[in-house]
């Protein structure tokens, strides 16, 4: 079938936290909210229709995935990735979030190191702090409008010699972010490997993000971190989930990939009763996403890349003093207002109270991304480029 992403789909009332909350969070409701990674785009049918055929079954009890479900996960990961996994290397949370709050606690002691690559989504600092552990920052480099990993300085922050250790191997992982929000970039295959390789030989293990990896621009192709080597699958805690893909986050579902039967067990002790299952309907969701949802994503894509381009044109035309970041995934643009020579609360309120819109600041994503803004695509055309000309009103008016 043929989906209408034009028009908007009212999610007033709804409690959405997008559109519903910004009088609380923000104090104002004229904003127009390209925040909170979500799309104002309406789901798949074949998803409703499964939620709704589980819905008339008056029975919510206790629920565990069956073989469908988990199966569901196998095979996408095969079709989209070529990526064979086994059903026993997927443990269900709610979410990738508190995923990764388990995923390090399991491989940390408190006073242990953690890589972050900043600007990165912020919430990994309180995963890692909140662990008791320490943020080491290995910043990604900005190199002619594209960023880049560096790997020097991942090999130094390993070596005793730059800086004093208390203990030898005191980093216990990295939260690697694939595709990365906020800057877009999808992680080559050659980029993944030159990380990989310097992680595991220096005894940590890789916590590979790719709640995003659907989510991609024309010409890019995902690789999963666990796919690239026997050695890189039994190093390593893949996060996946159809959230973003699907737009199901009030679902929360996700399935964390851990091939190592140590580090699965490790995760699956450190969870336990402290983190649940998914609720019952973000099953249902995901196994219809899974098997059916392709015709809708195909047509989210599109639409995407479409606003993507617009959004180009129209900073490269009419708004030059903020560049786009081309990304490669995620529907979340990294704009680079540093021309515009305000610092964090004044470009803060510049967006807010002059331009009337509400994104991200950058800053929220470390100290690299000040003078950053990120904004949500996921939107119809006719509010992008609303926002887009309140923008341009407010750059004018300068
Ligand atoms: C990189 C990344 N990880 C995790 C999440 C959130 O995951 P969840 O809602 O499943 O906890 C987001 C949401 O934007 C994200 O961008």
Redesign the pocket.
């Known amino acids: 079938m043929k989906y209408d992403f034009d028009q908007l789909c009212d999610r007033d009332k709804t409690d959405c936290l997008k559109w519903d909350m910004m009088e609380s969070i923000f104090g104002s409701g004229d904003l127009l909210p390209l925040w909170v ?1 979500d799309m104002d785009l309406p789901v798949a049918k074949p998803i409703i229709d499964a939620l709704k055929k589980r819905v008339e079954h008056p029975f919510y009890g206790y629920t565990k995935p069956g073989s469908s479900v988990i199966n569901s996960v196998v095979e996408r990961m095969k079709r989209k990735f070529n990526w064979d996994i086994s059903p026993e290397w997927i443990v269900f949370t709610p ?4 995923a990764l709050h388990v995923a390090v606690r399991s491989l940390t002691h408190p006073g242990d190191e953690v890589i972050l690559q900043e600007p990165t ?1 912020h ?1 990994f600092f309180p995963v890692v702090i909140n662990s008791g552990c320490k943020i080491i920052n290995n910043g990604l480099k900005l190199v002619n409008g594209r960023y880049v990993m560096d790997y020097d300085g991942l090999e130094e922050k390993f070596h005793p010699k730059t800086r004093p250790l208390n203990g030898p191997g005191r980093i216990k992982t990295i939260i690697f ?1 694939n595709p990365h ?1 906020p800057v877009g970039r999808l992680w080559k295959r050659d980029e993944i490997i030159r990380m990989g390789e310097i992680i595991i030989d220096n005894g940590a293990v890789v916590i590979s ?1 790719e ?2 990896c659907e989510i991609l621009f024309k010409g890019n192709k995902h690789t999963p971190f666990a796919s690239i080597s026997k050695k890189f699958e039994q190093n390593c805690i893949v996060c996946m ?1 159809p ?2 893909t699907f737009n199901l ?1 009030g679902l ?1 579902v ?1 399935s964390i990939i851990i091939p190592n039967k140590k580090l699965r067990e490790n995760f699956i002790n450190t969870r336990s009763g402290i983190v649940p299952n998914p609720n019952l309907f973000g099953y249902t969701a995901m196994e219809a996403a899974y098997r059916y949802g392709d015709e809708w994503l195909e047509q989210v894509l599109d639409y995407l890349q479409e606003n993507l381009n617009y959004l180009k044109n129209y900073f490269e035309k009419n708004i030059p003093r903020i560049k786009v970041i081309d990304p490669e995934g995620t529907y979340l643009i990294w704009l680079d207002c540093g021309d515009l020579g305000m610092d964090n609360n004044v470009l803060r309120s510049f967006m807010r109270e002059n331009a009337k819109v509400c994104l991200e600041d950058g800053f929220i994503f470390g100290g690299s991304g000040s003078g950053f803004m990120r904004m949500n695509i996921a939107c119809p055309r006719y509010i992008l480029s609303e926002a887009l000309k309140r923008i341009e009103k407010a750059v004018n008016q300068l």
């Open positions: 990674a979410g990738v979030v508190p989504y919430p972010c929000n993000d709640i995003h989930s959230s973003k986050a929360e996700s």
